[in-house]
């Protein structure tokens, strides 16, 4: 691991938090909450209730995959679709 380690080290380029600090803005972060529409929470409720929280509890399914489905349903349905399934895919009247 040490000789390839010292093989590839001179093509390795490593930035260094000095440098990449001098060329970023200041964060600025705006926090905006929107409610969500009646068919984002019918399929928030119906998600919950599809025994993935069990699971979820139990050991048994990824916690990561939960959130990233709920978070979806509330960001856009289209997004757990694929784009050919739904007529007027990404529409946004369909998000809160």
Same mark, same amino acid.
């Given at each position: $691991?040490?000789?390839?380690?010292?093989?590839? /080290?001179? !093509? *390795?380029?490593?930035? @260094?938090?000095?440098? &990449?600090?001098?060329? *970023? +803005?200041? /964060? !600025?972060?705006?926090?905006?909450?929107?409610?969500?529409? +009646?068919?984002? /929470?019918? @399929?928030?409720?119906? !998600? *919950?209730? %599809?025994? &993935?929280?069990?699971?979820? @509890? $139990?050991?048994? #399914? #990824?916690?990561?995959? $939960?959130?990233? %489905?709920?978070? /979806?349903?509330?960001?856009? +349905?289209?997004?757990?679709?694929? +784009?050919?399934?739904?007529?007027?895919?990404?529409?946004?009247?369909? #998000?809160?």
């Amino acid at each position: $691991a040490v000789v390839l380690r010292d093989e590839i /080290k001179p !093509f *390795l380029l490593r930035r @260094m938090k000095e440098d &990449v600090e001098i060329g *970023l +803005p200041e /964060k !600025f972060e705006q926090v905006l909450f929107c409610p969500l529409l +009646p068919n984002q /929470k019918e @399929m928030y409720r119906k !998600f *919950l209730q %599809t025994g &993935v929280v069990e699971e979820v @509890m $139990a050991g048994n #399914s #990824s916690l990561l995959a $939960a959130t990233v %489905t709920l978070r /979806k349903i509330c960001n856009h +349905p289209d997004i757990l679709q694929l +784009p050919e399934d739904v007529e007027d895919y990404g529409n946004w009247q369909r #998000s809160g």
